[in-house]
């Protein structure tokens, strides 16, 4: 026999016997609830024979540059409004490749119980980039403080508001600072995660109005290139975190154990 039919040989009976282990999975999480979510599913992973590694970024664009570049084989931080921009604007090859959480949003304040306490000129914080602004935007119409043009939807901006009977300021923030925003408003758009995170789980559960599952469209995804869409390695990950009780346990516990700041998407039927 040859040597390198040897070698071959070999190989393949180590990769059969378990002695040789697959390429580790490489996926991209934003530090906290998101990493922390996809940890959960790491044991359960290594006991199906799958070996992962969670890298954390703590900014919205380097992840997808990494799946990209081909450095990481898979991401999870972004909603399908986000992705959806982020190809349009940069020309991503990207494929969904699972539906993770939801994580709720909602208005927060420090200042008022109730919105009937907004006085004229309040200032309201609300995400500076284009898809989290409109979701922050459609609740603050949901709650009756404003109303956006007619067809704006999840793309609106500050500019598609035509009735703002309270004369409310708006302030963009970039979307992981609305947490320290509130500080400085009387009232934020903000993720519960963020909260947690942030250290202040109780805080999350105090929001005055939150979005739900109707919300699909911003359920977490699992984004992969288009080129590796169908490896089954991926395929395999998703599946074990979409059936993990670990996963369910430490999801419940990173939203501060309340159930209305989260949305387990996969079980809700048809995502968005």
Known sequence: MKLSQLLLTTLSSLLLSGLVQAQTLKIG?????????????????KKAGLDVKIIEFTDWTTPNEA???????LNYFQHQAFLDNAIQQRGYKFA???IGVLPNIGLFSYKIKQFDELKPGAKVAV??????????????????????????????NVNDIVSNPKKLKFVEVEGPQL????????????????????????????GLIYSG???SYYAIRFVSRQDNANDPRIKQFVK???????????????FAGDAKL???AWLKGKVQ
């Open 96 to 98: 969904v490749a699972g």
């Open 127 to 156: 995400a500076s980039d284009p898809v989290n602004q409109g979701r922050g935007l459609l609740l603050l119409e949901k709650a009756g403080l404003i109303k956006l043009r007619e067809g704006a939807g999840a793309k609106a």
């Open 179 to 206: 947490v320290r925003a509130i500080d400085d408003v009387e009232l934020a758009q903000g993720i519960p995660a963020h909260f947690v995170s942030a250290g202040k789980p109780q805080f999350a559960s105090t």
């Open 29 to 45: 999480a934003s530090a906290g609830v998101h990493a922390d979510t996809l940890a959960a599913a790491v044991a359960d992973a």
């Open 213 to 215: 599952a109707s919300d």
């Open 262 to 264: 989260y949305t387990l």
């Open 67 to 73: 799946v990209a570049s081909g450095d990481l084989d």
């Open 240 to 254: 074990i975190f979409q059936e993990s009780k670990a996963v369910r346990d430490q999801v419940h516990k990173l």
